[in-house]
């Protein structure tokens, strides 16, 4: 299996696509990146990772795209990705707007202690991924921690939004927004 990664030289994709390496899920020649500075021979010391021209390159090479890059990049990004999976790190690029570019939509949201592989990720995925793919995302996501699935998108919202208050998981809300998002299933970094 080729992992694609666009923004692989961020600090969320420089975690996932280091750690897959790290741990031996993949070898290097399984890693397609994209992203600043990807032109290099070596990525992060791994000899034999492709570096991907552009974004079309990186999808046509990959049979995962991993999407890295902060949100404010997603306008700029076209990723036609039909018969890809397509797992997404970006908060507020729904499944929705992701799924006009093709592809089969996952989102998980990671957070910083994806570098040192001790990141709780929970992850949704669109009704279009396959029973393989279900396996496939939290086996990669096992390179940067633990993981969940959860049974609702909106689920992922709390996660991703900073600027909530203090004590808002005590005021209503609608559509599971608020609160512990309900868990499917959890996969830890060990399985």
């Known amino acids: 299996m080729r992992v694609g990664i666009i923004g692989a030289t961020g600090w969320l994709g420089s975690a996932l696509g280091r750690r897959l390496l790290s ?16 032109h290099r021979f070596e990525y992060y ?17 990959s ?6 890059v902060r949100p404010d990049a997603w306008p700029r990004l076209t990723p036609r990705a039909e018969g890809k999976l397509v797992l997404s790190f970006m ?6 707007m992701l799924a006009r570019h093709g592809g089969r939509i996952a989102r998980a949201m990671p957070n910083a202690a994806a570098e040192f592989g001790a990141s709780l990720t929970p992850w949704w ?3 279009t991924i ?3 793919d279900r396996a496939v995302i939290p086996w990669l996501l096992s390179a940067i921690g633990a993981s969940e699935e959860i049974a ?23 559509a599971n927004r608020v609160g512990r998002p309900r868990l499917v299933r959890a996969v ?4």
């Open 23 to 38: 741990r031996k899920l993949i070898a290097p020649e399984q890693l397609v990146v994209l992203g600043c500075g990807s």
């Open 91 to 96: 908060a507020g690029v729904s499944a929705r």
């Open 45 to 61: 010391g791994y000899a034999g990772v492709t570096p991907a021209i552009d974004i079309p390159d990186l999808v046509f090479r």
């Open 125 to 127: 995925a669109a009704d």
């Open 152 to 174: 609702d998108e909106t689920g992922l919202d709390p996660v991703t939004e900073p600027d909530r208050p203090v004590g808002a998981a005590d005021q209503p809300a609608s």
């Open 63 to 68: 049979d995962v795209v991993v999407l890295a």
């Open 130 to 132: 396959t029973s393989g």
């Open 188 to 191: 830890s970094a060990a399985s």
